[in-house]
C-alpha cells in the first residue's frame, strides 16, 4: 500500500506561482510512474503532469512550459512547480501513483492505483 498526502495549494493571484509537494509512504515509490491531475469546478479529472521511473516527464497541452514536475526518490516525494498560474488553473490537485510500464498510459487515471486527497489551488483574476 502506498498513501499519498499533497501540499502546498493555496490561493493566488494570476500570474503567481506555487509548489504542490506529494508525500508517499508505506512502500518506495522510485518504481512508480507518479502523475498530477486535477478536478476544477464542474469538470472531470483531467491530467496535469507525470514523470515516470526513468525520470521522462509528459504534460498536458494546457500547462507546457509553465508547469514542471519532479521527484526526489531519496525523500519519496514528487513536486510541480507551477509558475504563470492562471484562472483556469483553478482546481483541486491530485497526486497519484502506480506501476505505470507503457508510456501512453501515464496520462490516464485509469493507470493510477494510488491517488492523494488533493489540495485545491485557487487563482484569482
Known amino acids: 500500500q502506498v498513501q499519498l498526502v499533497e501540499s502546498g495549494g493555496g490561493l493566488v493571484p494570476a500570474g503567481d506561482s506555487l509548489r504542490l509537494s506529494c508525500a508517499a509512504s508505506?512502500?518506495?515509490?522510485?518504481?512508480?510512474?507518479m502523475a498530477w491531475f486535477r478536478q476544477g469546478p464542474g469538470k472531470e479529472r483531467e491530467f496535469v503532469a507525470a514523470?515516470?521511473?526513468?525520470?521522462?516527464?509528459a504534460y498536458a497541452d494546457s500547462v507546457k512550459g509553465r508547469f514542471t514536475i519532479s521527484r526526489d526518490n531519496a525523500k519519496n516525494t514528487v513536486y510541480l512547480q507551477m509558475n504563470t498560474l492562471k484562472p483556469e488553473d483553478t482546481a483541486v490537485y491530485y497526486c497519484?501513483?502506480?506501476?505505470?510500464?507503457?508510456?501512453?498510459?501515464?496520462?490516464?487515471?485509469?493507470?493510477?492505483?494510488?491517488w492523494g486527497q488533493g489540495t485545491q489551488v485557487t487563482v484569482s483574476s
Open positions: 514523470i515516470r521511473r526513468s525520470g521522462s516527464t
Open positions: 497519484a501513483a502506480g506501476l505505470v510500464n507503457i508510456d501512453y498510459l501515464v496520462s490516464k487515471s485509469s493507470a493510477y492505483v494510488y
Open positions: 508505506g512502500r518506495t515509490t522510485g518504481n512508480y510512474a
